[in-house]
Protein backbone atom coordinates (compact mmCIF):
# COMPACT_ATOMS: atom_id res chain seq x y z
CA UNK A 1 0.00 0.00 0.00
CA UNK A 2 1.58 3.36 -1.10
CA UNK A 3 0.79 6.07 1.45
CA UNK A 4 0.81 9.68 -0.05
CA UNK A 5 3.70 11.91 1.40
CA UNK A 6 1.35 14.52 3.08
CA UNK A 7 -0.42 11.75 5.18
CA UNK A 8 3.21 10.89 6.82
CA UNK A 9 3.06 12.38 10.77
CA UNK A 10 5.90 12.89 12.53
CA UNK A 11 6.17 11.13 15.81
CA UNK A 12 8.05 13.57 18.38
CA UNK A 13 8.44 12.54 22.15
CA UNK A 14 6.94 14.37 25.09
CA UNK A 15 9.03 16.81 27.18
CA UNK A 16 8.04 15.05 30.25
CA UNK A 17 8.90 11.83 28.89
CA UNK A 18 12.42 12.87 28.27
CA UNK A 19 12.78 13.82 31.75
CA UNK A 20 11.46 10.93 33.14
CA UNK A 21 14.01 8.83 31.15
CA UNK A 22 17.29 11.08 32.14
CA UNK A 23 15.91 10.65 35.24
CA UNK A 24 15.83 6.89 35.33
CA UNK A 25 19.03 6.51 33.42
CA UNK A 26 21.05 9.00 35.91
CA UNK A 27 19.64 6.85 39.09
CA UNK A 28 20.64 3.15 37.23
CA UNK A 29 24.28 4.56 36.70
CA UNK A 30 25.11 7.07 39.69
CA UNK A 31 26.14 3.79 41.74
CA UNK A 32 28.45 2.51 39.76
CA UNK A 33 30.48 5.73 39.26
CA UNK A 34 30.38 6.62 42.82
CA UNK A 35 31.97 3.27 43.69
CA UNK A 36 34.10 3.20 41.31
CA UNK A 37 36.03 6.50 42.27
CA UNK A 38 35.75 6.24 46.09
CA UNK A 39 38.01 3.13 45.79
CA UNK A 40 40.60 4.67 43.03
CA UNK A 41 40.66 7.47 46.29
CA UNK A 42 41.37 5.12 49.18
CA UNK A 43 43.78 3.85 47.62
CA UNK A 44 45.66 6.88 47.44
CA UNK A 45 44.37 9.05 50.24
CA UNK A 46 46.06 9.88 53.35
CA UNK A 47 43.98 8.52 56.75
CA UNK A 48 42.48 11.58 58.93
CA UNK A 49 44.30 10.76 62.01
CA UNK A 50 47.74 11.93 60.29
CA UNK A 51 46.63 15.17 58.97
CA UNK A 52 45.33 16.21 62.25
CA UNK A 53 41.59 15.70 61.16
CA UNK A 54 39.17 14.76 63.79
CA UNK A 55 37.30 11.72 63.57
CA UNK A 56 33.95 10.62 64.38
CA UNK A 57 33.82 7.56 66.80
CA UNK A 58 29.81 7.49 66.12
CA UNK A 59 29.02 9.41 69.71
CA UNK A 60 31.78 12.54 68.89
CA UNK A 61 34.65 13.55 67.58
CA UNK A 62 38.11 12.36 68.73
CA UNK A 63 41.54 15.00 68.61
CA UNK A 64 44.57 12.87 67.13
CA UNK A 65 47.52 12.60 69.94
CA UNK A 66 49.99 15.15 70.18
CA UNK A 67 52.89 13.02 69.44
CA UNK A 68 51.44 12.50 66.13
CA UNK A 69 51.63 15.97 64.88
CA UNK A 70 55.09 17.43 64.11
CA UNK A 71 55.16 20.99 65.86
CA UNK A 72 58.30 22.95 67.18
CA UNK A 73 56.76 22.71 70.97
CA UNK A 74 56.63 18.79 70.02
CA UNK A 75 60.17 18.71 68.66
CA UNK A 76 61.26 20.87 71.70
CA UNK A 77 59.93 18.43 74.20
CA UNK A 78 61.61 15.62 73.10
CA UNK A 79 65.00 14.97 74.46
CA UNK A 80 68.35 14.78 72.48
CA UNK A 81 70.30 11.65 72.13
CA UNK A 82 74.86 13.10 71.21
CA UNK A 83 75.58 10.83 68.49
CA UNK A 84 77.82 8.23 69.50
CA UNK A 85 80.43 6.01 67.36
CA UNK A 86 80.31 2.70 66.75
CA UNK A 87 81.34 0.15 69.74
CA UNK A 88 80.74 2.51 72.11
CA UNK A 89 78.02 3.74 75.07
CA UNK A 90 75.39 5.65 74.46
CA UNK A 91 75.68 9.02 76.54
CA UNK A 92 72.22 9.36 79.05
CA UNK A 93 70.04 11.73 76.78
CA UNK A 94 69.73 15.38 77.94
CA UNK A 95 66.48 17.03 78.60
CA UNK A 96 66.23 20.29 76.46
CA UNK A 97 65.89 23.12 78.94
CA UNK A 98 64.17 25.55 76.99
CA UNK A 99 61.42 22.95 76.47
CA UNK A 100 57.94 24.34 77.34
CA UNK A 101 56.15 22.36 80.46
CA UNK A 102 53.88 19.86 79.14
CA UNK A 103 51.20 21.37 81.07
CA UNK A 104 51.69 24.67 78.55
CA UNK A 105 53.08 22.80 75.37
CA UNK A 106 50.26 24.28 72.58
CA UNK A 107 47.65 21.80 70.92
CA UNK A 108 46.12 21.07 67.52
CA UNK A 109 44.17 24.03 66.70
CA UNK A 110 46.90 26.40 68.07
CA UNK A 111 45.72 26.31 71.95
CA UNK A 112 47.83 26.14 74.79
CA UNK A 113 46.35 23.36 77.52
CA UNK A 114 45.60 24.88 80.98
CA UNK A 115 47.63 23.62 84.00
CA UNK A 116 45.57 22.07 86.43
CA UNK A 117 44.46 23.90 89.32
CA UNK A 118 46.97 21.20 91.65
CA UNK A 119 49.55 21.51 89.41
CA UNK A 120 52.63 23.93 89.71
CA UNK A 121 54.55 25.25 87.09
CA UNK A 122 57.83 27.17 87.50
CA UNK A 123 57.41 30.66 86.30
CA UNK A 124 53.90 30.78 86.11
CA UNK A 125 51.25 31.69 88.85
CA UNK A 126 47.58 30.72 87.84
CA UNK A 127 46.31 34.19 89.86
CA UNK A 128 48.07 36.50 87.88
CA UNK A 129 47.60 37.58 84.49
CA UNK A 130 51.26 37.80 83.38
CA UNK A 131 53.20 34.71 84.06
CA UNK A 132 56.91 35.66 86.31
CA UNK A 133 60.28 34.84 84.68
CA UNK A 134 61.77 31.76 85.34
CA UNK A 135 64.89 31.09 87.32
CA UNK A 136 67.98 31.15 85.44
CA UNK A 137 68.57 27.65 83.98
CA UNK A 138 71.78 25.89 86.16
CA UNK A 139 73.86 23.11 85.40
CA UNK A 140 75.45 21.24 88.06
CA UNK A 141 75.35 24.51 90.44
CA UNK A 142 77.09 26.77 87.59
CA UNK A 143 75.12 29.44 86.07
CA UNK A 144 74.64 31.05 83.18
CA UNK A 145 76.61 34.13 84.30
CA UNK A 146 79.93 32.32 85.12
CA UNK A 147 79.87 29.95 82.38
CA UNK A 148 80.05 33.13 80.03
CA UNK A 149 82.99 34.03 82.38
CA UNK A 150 84.80 31.39 82.28
CA UNK A 151 84.61 31.42 78.04
CA UNK A 152 85.46 35.20 78.09
CA UNK A 153 88.74 34.07 80.01
CA UNK A 154 89.83 31.30 78.08
CA UNK A 155 89.49 33.23 74.94
CA UNK A 156 91.66 36.09 76.59
CA UNK A 157 94.21 33.90 77.79
CA UNK A 158 94.32 32.63 74.35
CA UNK A 159 94.94 35.66 72.21
CA UNK A 160 98.32 37.10 72.63
CA UNK A 161 98.61 41.05 73.22
CA UNK A 162 100.58 42.48 70.42
CA UNK A 163 103.98 44.68 71.63
CA UNK A 164 103.52 48.23 71.84
CA UNK A 165 104.92 49.89 68.90
CA UNK A 166 108.05 51.84 69.83
CA UNK A 167 108.28 55.26 68.19
CA UNK A 168 111.82 55.61 66.30
CA UNK A 169 113.42 59.03 66.86
CA UNK A 170 115.96 59.88 64.09
CA UNK A 171 119.23 62.08 65.59
CA UNK A 172 117.92 64.99 63.36
CA UNK A 173 114.19 65.26 64.87
CA UNK A 174 115.61 65.49 68.84
CA UNK A 175 116.17 69.43 67.88
CA UNK A 176 112.47 69.86 66.23
CA UNK A 177 111.22 67.81 69.06
CA UNK A 178 112.68 69.76 71.85
CA UNK A 179 111.90 73.18 70.78
CA UNK A 180 107.81 72.58 71.14
CA UNK A 181 106.73 74.61 73.51
CA UNK A 182 108.88 76.74 73.72
CA UNK A 183 107.42 80.73 74.11
CA UNK A 184 109.84 82.71 71.71
CA UNK A 185 110.10 85.77 70.28
CA UNK A 186 112.22 88.36 67.95
CA UNK A 187 112.56 91.89 68.46
CA UNK A 188 113.81 94.88 65.77
CA UNK A 189 114.08 98.52 66.32
CA UNK A 190 115.88 101.01 64.64
CA UNK A 191 115.84 105.17 64.63
CA UNK A 192 118.01 107.91 62.77
CA UNK A 193 118.27 111.59 61.32
CA UNK A 194 120.10 112.96 58.59
CA UNK A 195 120.90 116.65 58.02
CA UNK A 196 123.12 119.08 60.68
CA UNK A 197 123.23 115.59 62.21
CA UNK A 198 123.53 112.15 60.86
CA UNK A 199 122.81 109.42 63.13
CA UNK A 200 121.28 105.71 63.03
CA UNK A 201 120.77 103.54 65.76
CA UNK A 202 119.56 99.70 65.39
CA UNK A 203 118.84 97.15 68.10
CA UNK A 204 117.97 93.95 67.52
CA UNK A 205 117.56 90.96 70.28
CA UNK A 206 116.16 87.40 70.32
CA UNK A 207 114.67 85.37 73.39
CA UNK A 208 113.76 81.55 74.01
CA UNK A 209 112.30 80.44 76.99
CA UNK A 210 110.78 77.13 77.93
CA UNK A 211 109.28 76.76 81.09
CA UNK A 212 107.77 73.58 82.50
CA UNK A 213 106.40 72.30 85.62
CA UNK A 214 110.18 70.93 86.48
CA UNK A 215 112.56 73.43 85.14
CA UNK A 216 112.81 77.13 83.29
CA UNK A 217 115.37 77.04 80.86
CA UNK A 218 115.93 81.01 78.74
CA UNK A 219 118.33 82.13 76.40
CA UNK A 220 119.04 85.75 75.67
CA UNK A 221 120.41 87.61 72.72
CA UNK A 222 120.76 91.62 72.27
CA UNK A 223 122.63 93.53 69.59
CA UNK A 224 122.99 97.75 69.66
CA UNK A 225 124.86 99.45 67.13
CA UNK A 226 124.75 103.22 66.32
CA UNK A 227 126.75 106.11 64.19
CA UNK A 228 126.79 109.41 64.16
CA UNK A 229 128.42 111.43 60.81
CA UNK A 230 129.50 107.53 59.76
CA UNK A 231 131.51 107.10 63.25
CA UNK A 232 130.40 104.24 65.36
CA UNK A 233 129.35 105.61 68.83
CA UNK A 234 128.04 102.22 69.91
CA UNK A 235 129.04 98.55 69.37
CA UNK A 236 127.78 95.95 72.15
CA UNK A 237 126.29 93.18 72.89
CA UNK A 238 124.92 90.06 75.20
CA UNK A 239 124.71 86.55 75.62
CA UNK A 240 122.78 84.98 78.62
CA UNK A 241 121.86 81.20 79.15
CA UNK A 242 119.57 80.96 82.11
CA UNK A 243 118.66 77.19 83.40
CA UNK A 244 116.74 76.85 86.49
CA UNK A 245 115.61 73.46 87.88
CA UNK A 246 112.93 72.84 90.88
CA UNK A 247 113.52 70.92 93.70
CA UNK A 248 110.52 68.45 93.87
CA UNK A 249 107.56 69.93 95.22
CA UNK A 250 109.41 72.43 97.08
CA UNK A 251 109.62 75.97 96.20
CA UNK A 252 113.50 75.46 96.44
CA UNK A 253 115.25 75.19 93.27
CA UNK A 254 119.09 75.01 91.59
CA UNK A 255 120.17 77.28 89.09
CA UNK A 256 123.08 77.54 86.99
CA UNK A 257 123.96 81.10 84.77
CA UNK A 258 126.44 81.63 81.92
CA UNK A 259 127.30 84.99 80.46
CA UNK A 260 128.84 86.79 77.50
CA UNK A 261 129.35 90.65 77.50
CA UNK A 262 131.61 92.27 74.29
CA UNK A 263 131.88 95.82 73.92
CA UNK A 264 134.00 98.21 71.80
CA UNK A 265 134.08 100.75 73.40
CA UNK A 266 135.02 98.97 77.05
CA UNK A 267 138.42 98.32 78.16
CA UNK A 268 138.28 94.84 77.40
CA UNK A 269 136.75 93.19 74.07
CA UNK A 270 134.35 90.12 76.17
CA UNK A 271 133.68 88.94 79.52
CA UNK A 272 132.78 85.78 80.48
CA UNK A 273 130.78 84.81 83.78
CA UNK A 274 129.63 81.47 85.05
CA UNK A 275 127.40 81.20 88.16
CA UNK A 276 125.44 78.65 89.97
CA UNK A 277 123.23 78.73 93.46
CA UNK A 278 120.36 78.11 94.78
CA UNK A 279 116.52 79.77 94.20
CA UNK A 280 113.35 80.51 96.32
CA UNK A 281 110.02 80.57 94.25
CA UNK A 282 107.94 82.76 96.27
CA UNK A 283 105.00 82.67 93.02
CA UNK A 284 105.46 80.20 90.64
CA UNK A 285 102.31 80.32 88.21
CA UNK A 286 101.40 80.80 84.79
CA UNK A 287 100.48 84.55 85.05
CA UNK A 288 102.90 85.82 87.75
CA UNK A 289 106.42 84.14 88.62
CA UNK A 290 109.13 85.87 91.92
CA UNK A 291 112.16 83.89 92.32
CA UNK A 292 115.01 85.41 94.34
CA UNK A 293 118.99 83.36 93.66
CA UNK A 294 122.06 83.52 95.71
CA UNK A 295 124.86 81.83 94.61
CA UNK A 296 128.46 82.01 93.45
CA UNK A 297 131.10 81.99 90.52
CA UNK A 298 133.90 83.42 88.93
CA UNK A 299 134.13 86.38 85.90
CA UNK A 300 137.31 86.60 83.39
CA UNK A 301 137.97 89.81 80.91
CA UNK A 302 139.24 88.98 77.91
CA UNK A 303 141.92 91.43 76.44
CA UNK A 304 141.71 93.19 79.53
CA UNK A 305 144.33 94.50 81.34
CA UNK A 306 143.69 92.78 84.26
CA UNK A 307 142.45 89.16 82.94
CA UNK A 308 142.41 86.89 85.70
CA UNK A 309 139.86 85.18 87.29
CA UNK A 310 137.58 87.30 89.79
CA UNK A 311 135.73 85.20 92.44
CA UNK A 312 132.51 86.43 93.14
CA UNK A 313 128.98 86.03 94.54
CA UNK A 314 126.08 86.14 92.78
CA UNK A 315 122.39 87.57 93.94
CA UNK A 316 119.73 87.79 92.13
CA UNK A 317 116.11 88.98 91.61
CA UNK A 318 113.53 88.15 88.70
CA UNK A 319 109.56 89.09 88.33
CA UNK A 320 107.34 88.39 85.51
CA UNK A 321 103.65 89.45 85.60
CA UNK A 322 100.75 88.84 82.93
CA UNK A 323 98.76 91.98 83.83
CA UNK A 324 96.20 91.55 81.19
CA UNK A 325 95.67 89.28 78.23
CA UNK A 326 97.84 92.17 76.16
CA UNK A 327 100.10 93.36 78.76
CA UNK A 328 103.05 92.15 80.54
CA UNK A 329 105.73 93.46 82.46
CA UNK A 330 109.30 91.65 82.81
CA UNK A 331 112.22 92.59 85.34
CA UNK A 332 115.65 91.54 85.99
CA UNK A 333 118.57 92.62 88.93
CA UNK A 334 121.52 90.32 89.26
CA UNK A 335 124.84 91.96 91.42
CA UNK A 336 127.79 89.98 91.26
CA UNK A 337 130.02 91.25 93.93
CA UNK A 338 133.55 89.35 94.40
CA UNK A 339 134.56 87.95 97.47
CA UNK A 340 137.72 89.79 98.06
CA UNK A 341 135.87 93.23 98.35
CA UNK A 342 132.28 93.68 98.27
CA UNK A 343 132.37 97.80 96.53
CA UNK A 344 134.38 95.89 93.47
CA UNK A 345 130.89 94.65 91.88
CA UNK A 346 128.56 94.78 88.95
CA UNK A 347 125.08 95.45 88.35
CA UNK A 348 123.15 94.79 85.37
CA UNK A 349 119.08 95.56 85.78
CA UNK A 350 116.50 94.82 83.02
CA UNK A 351 113.19 95.92 82.37
CA UNK A 352 110.27 96.11 79.75
CA UNK A 353 106.93 96.28 79.21
CA UNK A 354 105.21 94.47 76.29
CA UNK A 355 101.69 95.62 74.63
CA UNK A 356 100.03 93.48 72.18
CA UNK A 357 99.00 95.19 68.86
CA UNK A 358 95.18 94.79 68.35
CA UNK A 359 94.35 92.72 65.43
CA UNK A 360 97.80 90.51 65.86
CA UNK A 361 98.04 87.71 68.11
CA UNK A 362 102.13 87.65 67.58
CA UNK A 363 103.41 91.20 67.03
CA UNK A 364 103.29 93.55 70.19
CA UNK A 365 105.27 96.45 71.18
CA UNK A 366 108.13 96.35 73.23
CA UNK A 367 109.16 99.58 75.71
CA UNK A 368 113.10 98.78 77.63
CA UNK A 369 115.44 99.89 79.41
CA UNK A 370 119.09 98.29 80.22
CA UNK A 371 121.46 99.50 83.09
CA UNK A 372 124.80 98.20 83.01
CA UNK A 373 127.05 99.01 86.27
CA UNK A 374 130.62 98.50 86.48
CA UNK A 375 132.49 99.51 89.52
CA UNK A 376 136.41 99.37 87.91
CA UNK A 377 135.62 100.47 84.75
CA UNK A 378 139.33 101.17 83.94
CA UNK A 379 139.43 104.65 82.23
CA UNK A 380 135.70 104.46 81.10
CA UNK A 381 132.30 105.42 82.09
CA UNK A 382 131.10 103.38 84.91
CA UNK A 383 127.21 103.69 84.33
CA UNK A 384 125.32 102.65 80.52
CA UNK A 385 121.93 103.30 80.40
CA UNK A 386 120.25 101.92 77.32
CA UNK A 387 116.28 102.39 76.13
CA UNK A 388 114.74 101.49 73.44
CA UNK A 389 111.22 100.86 71.65
CA UNK A 390 111.00 97.29 70.10
CA UNK A 391 108.66 95.74 68.00
CA UNK A 392 108.58 92.28 68.85
CA UNK A 393 107.40 88.92 66.94
CA UNK A 394 106.91 85.91 68.44
CA UNK A 395 106.99 82.58 67.43
Known amino acids: MIMHPHSIRTIVPSPWLTRVLLLCATWIAAPALLNHATATDLENAQPLWQTGVSTFTGSGYELPPVESLSTPAAEASKPYTMPTQPGTAAPPAIQNPYALPQALQPVAGGTTAQPSPVTQVAGYSPLSDAPTLAPPVQNDGVTDAQIVEQINNQLNSSVETPPLREEVVSWYQYPIRWMKGWDS ?211
Open 185 to 395: NAEFGIDGSSGNADTLALQTGLELKRKTDAYTFAIDVDYRQASSRDVTTEDNGRFNLDYDRILGDTPWSVFGKLGLEWDKFKAFDLRLNMNSGLGYHWIRTDDTTLVTRFGAGASKEFGSPDDAWTPEAVFGLEAERQLTSRQKVKGKLDYFPAWEDFADYRLVADVSWEILLDGSENLSLKVAATDRYDSTPQGARPNDVYYSLLLLYKF
